[in-house]
């Protein structure tokens, strides 16, 4: 069965710092790849979306790469803030857009 | 900017009695969904509904579970007997071309199961 992988320790860095969250995925070829923000309490929040075609993505000052041969997405915030604090989500659609699957998410901490 | 609304907020129900959750899911979008959230783990999906008819559905969406667009506007998700592991929040999406494109997402329902 399909599995997507994030790394479930929280990641703590200092404001202004680059944030790099991992995703991996296994027993799937994607076409899309996304990345959703979820706040405590609250439903994820779309943020980027890449193409299996595309090895990156950029909006603002996040970035995300597509690696398919290792089935693997980077997601990176520059420059953090501490209002970037909450869990990121990485996300794939399976069953010709049928089911979006999440990850366990990374909880990000940017501390001041 | 439009927004997928879900009521109640917060729900209390007793062990073995029926719920409705509601959603007012994105005017033109064609893909609705549900999914529940147990408190401090991931999101999970629950199934979903296209041009009138449930598209897929994982082993979470069981008997006791149910979908309906009801008219052109609501998407609800009844809990026919509910039971104290059903505590959880739910959250409704709706998107409006299934994987080319991002899942928008309701603020959530908190179901308290007593």
């Known amino acids: 069965s399909q599995k997507i992988e994030q790394n479930s320790e929280a990641l703590n860095i200092q404001e202004g710092k680059t944030a790099t969250l991992t995703c991996n995925y296994t027993n799937y070829s994607p076409a899309y790849l996304q990345w959703y923000r979820q706040d405590p309490g609250r439903g994820p929040v779309f943020l980027l979306l890449i193409r299996e075609n595309e090895k990156e993505k950029r909006k603002e000052r996040l970035k995300v790469t597509f690696d398919t041969t290792l089935k693997q997405s980077l997601f990176h915030i520059t420059a953090s803030q501490p209002a970037d604090s909450a869990t990121y989500l990485c996300?794939?659609?399976?069953?010709?857009?049928?089911?979006?699957?999440f990850g366990g998410g990374t909880r990000l901490m940017v501390k001041p | 900017e439009p927004e997928v609304t879900q009521t109640p907020s917060h729900q209390v129900t007793q062990m073995g009695q029926e719920v409705i959750l509601r959603c007012v899911p994105i005017?033109?979008?064609?893909?609705f969904y549900w999914y529940r959230q147990i408190l401090g783990q991931k999101v999970e999906f629950l199934v979903s509904?296209?041009?009138?008819?449930?598209?897929?559905k994982s082993e979470i969406f069981d008997d006791q579970f149910s979908v309906e667009r009801p008219d052109g506007s609501n998407f609800t998700l009844k809990i026919r007997s509910t039971k104290l592991e059903d505590s959880a929040m739910y959250f409704c999406?709706?998107?409006?071309?299934?994987?080319?494109?991002?899942?928008?997402f309701g603020q959530g329902t908190r179901l308290t199961v007593v």
């Open positions: 005017s033109n979008h064609l893909y």
């Open positions: 509904f296209y041009n009138n008819e449930i598209s897929e």
């Open positions: 996300a794939l659609w399976y069953n010709a857009g049928n089911m979006l699957t």
């Open positions: 999406a709706s998107s409006p071309q299934g994987q080319m494109g991002e899942a928008f």
